[in-house]
């Protein structure tokens, strides 16, 4: 009987530990990640992009992430592309678009910047309202 179980332990764990083909890419309810400046301008220059600037040791940073992920998976918002930037793999994005504290939203329209968040008191209703703005 003991056999049994453990053969059974083994199995359910083997099981589930078993990799997910869509690993790779972004779910609904993820930041898309941004790994060079050509990404980037080539993925902003057109329609309506929100960009996550944040530093993976900022505590403010994992405090706003959730009220951006929030934006994601809103039906209003399917048109939006959304990603996230990582300060410290991508210092060239972040001296061309002038982030100069963390965490930063960017809203862009076009390769434009309409508007510039920072800090990490941005609530999801007032970013989405600004993104139905542009």
């Known amino acids: 009987m ?5 053969t059974l332990f083994l199995v359910v764990n083997f099981i589930s530990c078993s990799k997910d083909n869509n690993s790779d890419n972004p779910t609904s309810t993820q930041l898309n990640i941004i790994n060079s400046l050509n990404d980037f301008d080539s993925r902003i220059a057109k329609g309506v992009t929100l960009a996550f600037f944040h530093a993976t040791w900022c505590s403010k940073c994992a405090t706003q992430r959730p009220e951006v992920e929030g934006l994601i998976s809103d039906s209003e918002l399917q048109s939006v592309f959304f990603c996230e930037v990582d300060y410290e793999k991508n210092a060239n994005i972040v001296s061309k678009y002038e982030v100069f504290g963390f965490p930063t ?7 434009q910047v309409k508007h510039t968040l920072v800090g990490s008191n941005n609530k999801k209703a ?9």
């Not at 003991?2 to 453990?6: E, G, P, S």
């Not at 007032?126 to 542009?134: A, E, P």
């Open 2 to 6: 003991r056999i049994f179980i453990l």
């Open 105 to 111: 939203i960017l809203l862009i329209k076009d390769g």
């Open 126 to 134: 007032d970013i989405k309202q600004l993104l139905k703005s542009l």
